[in-house]
Nanobody, 119 residues
Framework: QAQLVESGGGLVQPGGSLRLSCAAS????????MAWYRQAPGKPRELVAT???????NYADSVKGRFTISRDNAKKTVYLQMNSLKPEDTAVYYC?????????????WGKGTLVTVSE
């Protein structure tokens, strides 16, 4: 049974950092492009960053230069390092497996981890 489990969310002050992790099981992790999405209250889901099975990652303009996505195929884990956090980064962050430029998010989703950026 495929499962994606996010962790690492929490409360952080503006300017602070957090590192999110997404551990995968039940899928052939290495072949999937992985992504982080986020959804703030009252707003649509937003693509934050993607990383292919091989190749360069891509970022939303809103997080470019502040966030870094990476993956460890041996550990079946994808990470999102978030620096210089802003209040507008507050959202539930979701991990997704199988994202595609053509078809959008993949079939597999985690349940999300809440990030709150506030004084």
């Amino acid at each position: 049974q495929a499962q994606l489990v996010e962790s690492g969310g929490g409360l952080v002050q503006p300017g602070g950092s957090l590192r999110l992790s997404c551990a995968a099981s039940g899928i052939t992790f290495g072949v999937y492009a992985m992504a982080w999405y986020r959804q703030a209250p009252g707003k649509p889901r937003e693509l934050v960053a993607t990383i292919p099975s091989s190749g360069n990652p891509n970022y939303a303009d809103s997080v470019k230069g502040r966030f870094t996505i990476s993956r460890d195929n041996a550990k079946k884990t994808v990470y999102l390092q978030m620096n210089s956090l802003k209040p507008e980064d507050t959202a539930v962050y979701y991990c997704n497996a199988g994202v595609s430029v053509v078809s959008g998010p993949g079939y597999y989703w985690g349940k999300g981890t809440l990030v709150t950026v506030s004084e």
